[in-house]
């Protein structure tokens, strides 16, 4: 799992920003995009953490993981699916 999404997280989105803004400022919006991104997870470490110590357990954590993947992953599908809408 971690294998999965450690390179879903390195390679999805160079993958996704060129192909829904082009090359096109794309070093301002990688920049941006991986920047939030490094917070997000600096937030979702901390996050985890306070809920295994809440719960005893990272059962939660794993469910709220797989929840986050699914938004990602629909949200990449999407964006790729918007920007085909947009050329045809």
């Known amino acids: 799992?971690?294998?999965i999404g450690f390179s879903?997280?390195?390679l999805l989105p160079p993958?996704?920003?060129r192909e829904v803004f082009g090359g096109m400022d794309y070093a301002s919006i990688y920049?941006?995009?991986m920047s939030s991104s490094t917070l997000g997870v600096a937030f979702g470490t901390t996050?985890?953490?306070f809920i295994?110590?809440?719960t005893g357990s990272y059962y939660t954590v794993f469910?709220?993981?797989i929840i986050l993947f699914i938004i990602a992953i629909s949200s990449?599908?999407?964006s790729l699916t918007w920007k085909k809408k947009l050329n045809v």
């Open 1 to 3: 799992m971690f294998g």
């Open 63 to 65: 469910i709220l993981v």
């Open 47 to 49: 996050l985890f953490s």
């Open 8 to 10: 879903g997280s390195t």
């Open 52 to 54: 295994f110590d809440t």
């Open 76 to 78: 990449s599908i999407y």
């Open 31 to 33: 920049t941006t995009i």
């Open 15 to 17: 993958i996704v920003i």
